[in-house]
C-alpha cells in the first residue's frame, strides 16, 4: 500500500470520527426526557398553538376566534415501546404521537434500519375539537403520562394512558401496544366534556410516511392516499407542483397512506362512527399525504392503526379489506399473483435464499405447464410438415385469396392441425407472467433479498453500470439479466424449424426480443431470473425431450 493510499484512508477515518462531534455541535440534539415529568401549573394564556393550516377544521381570521386552552401544562416526555417487530418513541404531545418508528426486519441502502418517520414532524395520531362558541381547544400540547412506564415484552400488551384537564375535566388518550403484530389501539375519551364541545372531533395520520427507497422517484411512484367506503376504494395521488383536498361523506372502514413498501392505516372499530373522511395532498416540495375521520366528540372512540410493512399475511389479519392497496393487478389476475406470492414464501421457509427459490419455482412451472409446451411444440411440428402442402396451395390459389383460405382451411382439417395450437399453450402462460411481474415490483417479501454476484436485490434491476443519460424504454442503466434472457429467447427462435413460420414471422419474433431487451431493462431481477430461467428449460426440453409431429393420415377422396 503506497503512501497516497495511507493518507486517503487517514483522512477518511478523521471525517468519520469527527463527523458525529461536528453535527452535535452545528445541531444540538434537543432536550426531551424520557420519563414523566410533571410541570407546574401555569396560566392558560401562555399556551397558543393554532392548528395547522389545511388540516380538517378550516383556520380563522386573526381576532375573530380565540383559542381555547387547557389549565394544565407539562413537560413533553418520551417513552420508548418496543416488540420483535419495531422499535417506537412515543411523544406525550397530543396525548401520544410518534417520534420515529423504527422496523427491526428490514433495512435501507444504507443498512440502517427502516425509519418510517425519518426526517418527518410529529404530526401523527393528532386530533382536534372546538368549543361551542367554533374556538379550537388547544389539545396539541404535553399531556400528563398517567400509567407506569414498563418495556413491552413480546409475552404481553401495554397501554400507555395520557389525559389533559379540558375546560375543568379530564379527557384522556390510550395506545396499547401488542405482542408481534403492528397494529396498535388508540382511544379517544373526550365524553366528560360532550356538553361544553361542538359535536365533530377531527382524527388522523398528518405529515404521510418517510422514503425508505435508495430510488426515491420509483419509491414515490407508490406514494397515495386511500379511503374504503361501502365496498368502494377511493384514491389519491397529487401531481408535483399541486394540492389537493377530498371528502366523502358517510361511514368509513378505513383510510390509509402508503409508501412503495410500508403503510398507515387508521381503522375505525365501528364504521357507523364515521361523519365523514378527509383526505388531503400536497407537493409543493415533498410528497406528503393526510388522511382523517371526523366522527362524534361526546363518545369514546376506538381506532385500530396499523402501521408497517405491506406484508400480505399481517395486514390480511385486520380483517377489513385493506390488502385491497396492494397492487396484484387486474380482478382475473389477482387470484394467481396471490398464488405465486404463496408459493414463493412457502418455498422460502425451506430455502433461504429468494433466488435459489426462484430456480426451483421455475422447474415447478415448468413441470405444471409441460403438457401445454409439448402441444405447442407438437403442433408446430405438424405445421411443418405440412408446409410444403401449403406452400403448393399458395402457388395454386395466388389469385383467389377466397379459394386459397378455403383450401388451407380443409388442408388443416384433413390433417387433423389446429393453426393456433403453437401460440395458444403460450397465450395461457401469460397470465402466470403478469402476476409474476406484480409480485417482484410491489411485494416487500424480495426486498432487498440478494441473490449471487451482482444481483444484490431481486425486486430492483441488476444494475452494473449506471449511464449519465437515458435511453427511451431502456432507463438510465445496464443491467445483466435482460442480456442473458434475450440470448436465451434468441436461442429458442433459431431451434425452430426453419419451414415452420414465414418470414413476416420471424421479423416480428426478432422485434418482439429487441422490445424486450429495452423493456425488461428496468424490471426487477427477480422477473428476469424467472424468465430466462424458465427459457433455458425450455431450450433443454426442446432439445432433450424432441416433439413427435402429429398428422392424421389423408382422407380418402
Known amino acids: 500500500m503506497d503512501r497516497n493510499t495511507l493518507l486517503a484512508f487517514l483522512l477518511i477515518s478523521v471525517v468519520l470520527i469527527f463527523t458525529p462531534k461536528y453535527m452535535d455541535f452545528v445541531s444540538p440534539p434537543s432536550q426531551v426526557e424520557e420519563v414523566v415529568v410533571l410541570g ?9 398553538n393554532n392548528k395547522t393550516e389545511g388540516k380538517g377544521f378550516s383556520p380563522t381570521e386573526e381576532g375573530e376566534k380565540k383559542e381555547t386552552k387547557p389549565n394544565t401544562l407539562f413537560t413533553e416526555t418520551v417513552t420508548k415501546i418496543e416488540n420483535n417487530l419495531y422499535q417506537a418513541t412515543v411523544s406525550s404531545l397530543n396525548g401520544g404521537t410518534f417520534t420515529s418508528f423504527i422496523i427491526k426486519n428490514y433495512l435501507k441502502p444504507d443498512s440502517l434500519p427502516v425509519d418510517l418517520l425519518s426526517g418527518l414532524k410529529s404530526e401523527n395520531l393528532l386530533f382536534f375539537i372546538e368549543d361551542l362558541d367554533g374556538n379550537p381547544i388547544n389539545v396539541n400540547q404535553s399531556w400528563k403520562l398517567e400509567t ?12 400507555l394512558e395520557f389525559s389533559l384537564v379540558v375546560l375543568g375535566e379530564k379527557i384522556t388518550k390510550k395506545l396499547t401496544f401488542l405482542p408481534d403484530s403492528y397494529a396498535i389501539q388508540v382511544q379517544i375519551d373526550c365524553s366528560t366534556i360532550r356538553n361544553q364541545i361542538f359535536r365533530d372531533l377531527e382524527f388522523g395520520w398528518y405529515g404521510g410516511l418517510a422514503p425508505t427507497e435508495d430510488d426515491v422517484v420509483g419509491d414515490q411512484t407508490y406514494f397515495q392516499s386511500y379511503v374504503y367506503q361501502g365496498g368502494e376504494l377511493e384514491k389519491q395521488k397529487v401531481k408535483s407542483g399541486k394540492s389537493e383536498e377530498q371528502t366523502f361523506n358517510g361511514p368509513a372502514d378505513w383510510v390509509a397512506i402508503r409508501t412503495k413498501y410500508f403503510i398507515s392505516a387508521l381503522v375505525p372499530n365501528e364504521p357507523n362512527i364515521v361523519e365523514k373522511t378527509l383526505l388531503s395532498s400536497d407537493f409543493q416540495e415533498n410528497e406528503t399525504y393526510n388522511a382523517s375521520f371526523v366522527v362524534e366528540s361526546g363518545r369514546e372512540s376506538g381506532f385500530t392503526l396499523y402501521l408497517g410493512p405491506l406484508e400480505y399475511d399481517q395486514i390480511k389479519t385486520l380483517s377489513v379489506n385493506l390488502d385491497m392497496v396492494m397492487d396484484f393487478g387486474w380482478s382475473f389476475i389477482r387470484p ?3 398464488g405465486v406470492l404463496y408459493s414463493l414464501k412457502e418455498i422460502h421457509k425451506i430455502v433461504p435464499n429468494y433466488g435459489i427459490v426462484l430456480i426451483i419455482f421455475s422447474f415447478l412451472v415448468k413441470l405444471i405447464v409441460y403438457p401445454l409446451t409439448k402441444k405447442s411444440y407438437q403442433s408446430t411440428a405438424a405445421m411443418q410438415t405440412i408446409q410444403p402442402e401449403v406452400n403448393a396451395l399458395r402457388d395454386k390459389y395466388k389469385n383467389n385469396p377466397q379459394k386459397l383460405n378455403q383450401a388451407t382451411m380443409q388442408l388443416y382439417k384433413e390433417k387433423g392441425v389446429n393453426p393456433l395450437g403453437g401460440c395458444l399453450p403460450m397465450l395461457l402462460q401469460m397470465p402466470l407472467l403478469l402476476a409474476l411481474f406484480q409480485v417482484f415490483r410491489t411485494t416487500i417479501e424480495l426486498r432487498a433479498e440478494p441473490f449471487v454476484w451482482w444481483i444484490r436485490d431481486l425486486s430492483a434491476p441488476d444494475t452494473i453500470i449506471h449511464l449519465p443519460f437515458t435511453i427511451p424504454i431502456y432507463g438510465n442503466q445496464i443491467s445483466v439479466l435482460p442480456v442473458l434472457m434475450v440470448v436465451s429467447m434468441f436461442i429458442q427462435q433459431r431451434m425452430m424449424a426453419p419451414g415452420a413460420q414465414q418470414p413476416q414471422q420471424k421479423t416480428m419474433q426478432y422485434f418482439m426480443t429487441g422490445f424486450f431487451f429495452l423493456m425488461f431493462n428496468s424490471f426487477p431481477s427477480g422477473l428476469n431470473l424467472y424468465y430466462t430461467l424458465f427459457n433455458i428449460l425450455t431450450i433443454l426440453q ?5 416433439s413427435t409431429a402429429q398428422t392424421k393420415p389423408p382422407t380418402p377422396r
Open 542 to 546: 426442446q432439445k432433450l425431450v424432441p
Open 40 to 48: 407546574n401549573p401555569t396560566d392558560s394564556n401562555d399556551v397558543v
Open 336 to 338: 394467481i399473483s396471490k
Open 148 to 159: 407506569e412506564y414498563t418495556p413491552l415484552t413480546i409475552e404481553e400488551e401495554h397501554t
